[in-house]
Antibody, heavy 116, light 110 residues
């Protein structure tokens, strides 16, 4: 069974940092592009970043470029999102997802709250 | 990277057909056949309903269909059922090697 389990969310002060993890199981993790998407509760989905199967290609939305870094450890079947210089606008539920088209699958998300 | 444009809400009577539009530009929807549609029920993760404009994943009802004309993609739900009440999001690959979502459409079965 395919599983994506996000962790690492929580309360962080403005200007702080947080690293999210997404543990993958039930499929050959190293074969897929992976993505991070966030959603403010009650609002829409926002694509943040993607990384290719071996980690050599990364892309970011303008809203997080220079602040967030996506990475992966295929030996550990884990995807990461390092988030720096966090502001209130980054408060959201963060999802990891496998692919955006065919073979798409989503985790249940981890909540990040940026507040003093 | 502007969000794709979707109507905020669409409603229909059970059994009717409804269509949700998703308008972008030639740099995203119009330029690529990588348009997907997701269904999201409250408190749940999104679920893929259509990928690559017209393709349905295994297990998705054939009441859901997708199409595209120019810079606008569309999702049609035929024979609307109460269980189809949810938020629907389109997404497209872009010329910037990124993806962009629409603002979402709330579907209501009256």
């Amino acid at each position: 069974e395919v599983q994506l389990v996000e962790s690492g969310g929580g309360l962080v002060q403005p200007g702080g940092s947080l690293r999210l993890s997404c543990a993958a199981s039930g499929f050959t993790f190293k074969s897929y592009w992976m993505h991070w998407v966030r959603q403010v509760p009650g609002q829409g989905l926002v694509w943040l970043s993607r990384i290719n199967s071996d980690g050599s290609i990364t892309n970011y939305a303008d809203s997080v470029k220079g602040r967030f870094t996506i990475s992966r450890d295929n030996a550990k079947n884990t995807l990461y999102l390092q988030m720096n210089s966090l502001g209130a606008e980054d408060t959201a539920l963060y999802y990891c997802a496998r692919e955006m088209g065919t073979n798409n699958y989503w985790g249940q998300g981890t909540l990040v709250t940026v507040s003093s | 990277q502007s969000a794709l444009t979707q109507p905020a809400s669409v409603s229909g009577s059970p059994g009717q057909s409804i269509t949700i539009s998703c308008t972008g530009t030639s740099s995203d929807v119009g330029g690529y056949n990588h348009v997907s549609w997701y269904q999201q029920h409250p408190g749940e993760a999104p679920k893929l309903m259509i990928y690559d404009v017209t393709n349905r994943p295994s297990g998705v009802s054939n009441r859901f269909s997708g199409s595209k004309s120019g810079n606008t993609a569309s999702l049609t739900i035929s024979g609307l059922q109460a269980e189809d009440e949810a938020d629907y999001y389109c997404t497209s690959y872009t010329s910037s090697d990124t993806w962009v979502f629409g603002g979402g459409t709330k579907v209501t079965a009256l």
